[in-house]
């Protein structure tokens, strides 16, 4: 998957500057609620001051309008690969 580079860039058609780290969608509060679920980053998306935990859910979304589920449909069909979440 960071392989795959990171799907916002991708979605804002910006080059990626920084290298990829998974970001783990999270359904509840904490770490233990860390699932399956996940999508690359780059390090500014993923923990920067303009990235998911930097903004916190609410800014991320609000600023870049969209949600961490739109963003694992992006990569889904960008990177071809089929999964059926709903399954975890």
């Known amino acids: 998957m960071k ?3 990171c799907i ?3 979605v ?3 080059k990626q500057k920084t290298q990829t780290e998974i ?3 999270r359904s509840g ?3 233990s609620q860390r699932g399956v679920k996940c999508i690359p980053l780059c390090v ?3 923990r920067g001051d303009t990235g998911f935990h930097g903004l916190g ?3 991320f979304e609000r600023l870049y309008n969209i949600s961490e589920n739109e963003l694992l449909e992006a990569w889904g ?3 071809g690969i089929s999964i059926d979440w709903d399954k975890f």
């Open 23 to 25: 970001h783990h969608l």
């Open 8 to 10: 916002l860039c991708k």
């Open 12 to 14: 804002l058609n910006q």
């Open 44 to 46: 500014e998306h993923h």
């Open 77 to 79: 069909y960008q990177s």
């Open 57 to 59: 859910r609410r800014g």
């Open 3 to 5: 392989e795959d580079g």
């Open 29 to 31: 509060q904490g770490m």
